[in-house]
């Protein structure tokens, strides 16, 4: 009797790329290569994205195939898209940083002292024949001129969690030279009058740090709406192949980074290069390439 032929095909069914598999193409793409032999690089190496290399002494290691390469490509570039205007320009903005040798960290959450208390929060001590009432000035300098942050902050007692989009320092082993910087992003006149109507916020980033600067596209403001101890980055251009311009730099103000601050900086990751960024997380866009920046941030 002839047997009949199989309806069901000899080959496995095709595996769905997920991110997963395209964190590893990615590892694959920027290290020697050598492999895992985990259940990942089967599934790679089943679906031509990846090739398995022997070298004449037994050496294995993996390579991209045109295939895998094309891969990485299409999901950069759905990434890129997804973006928002908001999140490209800080990308772009933190690249700029990142070129200039400063350390780099987003999505903070600090906490910061604020030297304003709303009156209607306080009840001031009622005067008594050994303690007179209290006829200074209810706030205090955030910056004194003869003293360090520490002694101010701990006079205000007012605390407030900042989120800052970016936050970085410098690439110095002395703590004098770490000049700390906050820069905040808006991408839109909205977005900024926003942020301008906090007084407490503002407060929050200065305290933070030595210089705090805002960010946005050309044409959203003038400079004369910013106050005066901010500073200023304008975007000309586009996001993706667009220039920062310089147009006022912040007021410097004394700052000792405090403990906790310390303890979230080590918690925290920072961003790298602009190469380790463009998929630092499964899936995860790469920021667009910048160009050299004119004046130093």
């Known amino acids: ?40 690089e089967i599934d790679l ?21 045109d295939e895998g390469i094309r891969t990485l490509a299409q999901a950069r570039q759905r990434g890129v898209r997804a973006l928002s205007l908001h999140d490209r320009l800080g990308q772009k903005f933190a690249a700029q940083l990142l070129a200039s040798g400063r ?7 600090l906490r910061a002292v604020i030297d304003t208390v709303p009156m209607g929060d306080v009840v001031p ?5 050994d303690a007179p009432a209290n006829t200074a000035p209810a706030m205090a300098p955030l910056w004194a001129e003869d003293d360090h ?11 407030r969690m900042a989120r800052p989009d970016l936050f ?20 839109s006149r909205a977005d900024l009058l926003s942020d301008l109507r906090h007084d407490a916020k503002r407060q929050a980033y200065q305290w933070l ?3 705090c600067y805002y960010v946005f596209p050309a044409g959203i403001a003038e400079p004369e709406e910013i106050p005066e101890h901010f500073g200023i980055w304008v975007l000309h251009g ?13 007021r410097h103000n004394r700052c000792t980074l405090p403990f906790s601050v310390w303890m979230a900086l080590c918690k925290a990751t920072p961003l790298r290069s602009d190469d380790d960024m463009a998929q630092t997380h499964l899936g995860e866009p790469a920021p667009p390439a910048t160009d050299t920046p004119t004046t130093p941030p």
């Open 149 to 159: 942050a520490p002694a101010a902050r701990a006079a205000a007692n007012v605390w």
């Open 168 to 187: 970085s320092v410098r690439n110095t082993s002395v703590p004098a030279y770490l000049q700390p910087m906050v820069h905040e992003v808006k991408a």
């Open 125 to 129: 001590p009622a005067a008594t024949a």
């Open 1 to 40: 009797m002839t047997a009949l032929p199989s309806t069901a095909s000899d080959s496995p069914p095709s595996t769905p790329i997920t991110r997963f598999h395209r964190t590893r193409l990615m590892q694959i793409w920027r290290s020697a290569g050598w492999p895992c032999k985990d259940g990942l």
């Open 238 to 250: 586009s996001a993706e192949d667009g220039r920062f311009e310089l147009l006022r730099p912040a």
């Open 103 to 109: 350390i780099v960290w987003t999505e903070l959450s």
């Open 209 to 211: 740090c030595e210089e």
């Open 45 to 65: 190496l089943a679906a031509g994205l990846i090739h398995l290399h022997i070298a004449p002494d037994g050496c294995e290691t993996l390579r991209l195939t």
